[in-house]
Structures are given as structure tokens and as C-alpha cells.
């Protein structure tokens, strides 16, 4: 009886604490995911929101050759106005900064919509490499700025599958702490490192759900197409003029 009521009152304080801080969070706030390390959760509310501090000048022949190479109607998933927009609007940012490996400082000094785009290519990078564990694994950080990003960019489909993955994330932290501390062991064997890595799938069982649909060619041809026009309304976020 009384480990009922204890599962049931840590039950209740881990969701209360999920929703207070999606919807109460202002700073960025540290949770121990492992014995001896703090991960410091990003959010879209972090910092600059409006000032375009780091961007490309705007570049008016870029996008014109841009509309003459690339239709949706002849979508490819690899070379696509997306794909473009990541190379111009995102993976020049760290080189103007000044900064080899973006940092915190450098999240919090984009505005909102560079925030939104990056935290879409953490996680779109991590799940088409490896899946929701895989991004949730290595970019713990991001895990509730992408909420929020799917939130901000209107993808109710997608935030709220991409939620249940997230609620059996925080009912599972202390293991996938456990299980990231084992991988990061390079005293230990390569097996040992991997099978705590791959051990961590089966708890995140919503995740099948997501993937289900993720991976499909026109699933990504609206995703993308959504993405760039998200872009589009808000260039000036984007660009130096």
C-alpha cells in the first residue's frame, strides 16, 4: 500500500513538473540526468527573441535561382530549397559567430525563428540518423525547445506524438542517464557501450508511432515545404539586409 502511494506521488510530481515547465519556463533550468552531470534544457523563450544577431546578408539572386532549380511538384529528399536553406540560414551562423561548436550563449543570442529552425535540424538530424532514442540520447538539451518548435511552426500531428515520446523520456530519465554514462565509458568494451545504447529503445515505445510516418518521402516533401515557407514569411529573421 504504501509503495502504491509512494509510485502514484512521484508519478504526480513528474508530470506536474513536465507541464510547469512547458508552460511556467522562462531561464534555463538543470536536471540531473546522470550521477555527475547537469543538463541545461533549452528553450525558444532563451534569450534574444527578435535582434538579428548572427545572419547571411540577404541575397535576392540566391533566391531567384533558387525558385528556377526547385519545385515541389518534382520533390527530392535530398536536394531540395530545404536543404539549401539549411546550408545558407543555419550552417553559416556558427562561422559569423565565431564559434566551431554552437554553444548555450550562441542559442540564446538567435532570435525565435533561428531558434525554431535549429532546434528542427537538431532533431530531424538525430531521427533520421537514428531514430527519436537516438536524438533524445545525444540531444537531451533540445528535448523540450523542440516541443515548443513544433508548437511554434503549428504541427499538431507531429508535437503531439513527438509529447508522449517525450512524457515516457521523463518517466525513464534515471535510466537513460545510466545507460548514457555506460556509453561514454571508453574503459569499457564496444559491446558494453553500444548494448547500453541500443538497450534504451524499447522504453520509448511511442516512438514507433512518429517513425511510422517520419521517414516517408511525402511526409518530408509537406514537412519541408512547411519549414520554407515558415522561413519565407519571416526572411527577415533570417538575413542581414
Known amino acids: 500500500m504504501n509503495k502504491t502511494l509512494i509510485f502514484i506521488g512521484i508519478t504526480t510530481l513528474i508530470i506536474f513538473g513536465v507541464l510547469f515547465f512547458i508552460r511556467q519556463r522562462k531561464n534555463l533550468v538543470n536536471i540531473e540526468v546522470k550521477s555527475n552531470e547537469n ?15 548572427y545572419a547571411p546578408k540577404y541575397n535576392k539572386e540566391f533566391l531567384e535561382n533558387l525558385d528556377k532549380k526547385y519545385s515541389w511538384e518534382n520533390f527530392d529528399e535530398y536536394d531540395n530549397r530545404f536543404w539549401e536553406y539549411m546550408y545558407e540560414y543555419f550552417d553559416k551562423l556558427p562561422k559569423i559567430a565565431g564559434e566551431e561548436i554552437p554553444t548555450q550563449n550562441f542559442f540564446n543570442k538567435l532570435n525565435r525563428p533561428q531558434k525554431v529552425f535549429y532546434c528542427m535540424l537538431v532533431f530531424n538530424g538525430d531521427v533520421d ?22 508548437d511554434e511552426l503549428k504541427l499538431p500531428k507531429l508535437k503531439n506524438d513527438y509529447e508522449k515520446c517525450l512524457n515516457e ?5 534515471d535510466s537513460y542517464g545510466k545507460r548514457k554514462q555506460i556509453f561514454n ?36 516533401k509537406e514537412y519541408y515545404k512547411h519549414i520554407v515557407e515558415y522561413i519565407d514569411k519571416k526572411i527577415d529573421k533570417f538575413t542581414e539586409k
Open 129 to 150: 540518423n537514428g531514430g527519436v532514442n537516438q536524438f533524445f540520447f545525444n540531444k537531451p538539451e533540445f528535448a523540450f525547445a523542440v516541443l515548443e518548435t513544433f
Open 39 to 53: 543538463v541545461p534544457f533549452y528553450s525558444l523563450e532563451d534569450g534574444n527573441q527578435t535582434e538579428v544577431i
Open 169 to 173: 523520456l521523463m518517466g525513464n530519465a
Open 185 to 220: 565509458d571508453e574503459n569499457k568494451s564496444w559491446e558494453k557501450r553500444w548494448k547500453a545504447f541500443t538497450g534504451g529503445y524499447a522504453e520509448i515505445k511511442s516512438a514507433e508511432k512518429l517513425e511510422d510516418y517520419y521517414y516517408n518521402k511525402e511526409f518530408k
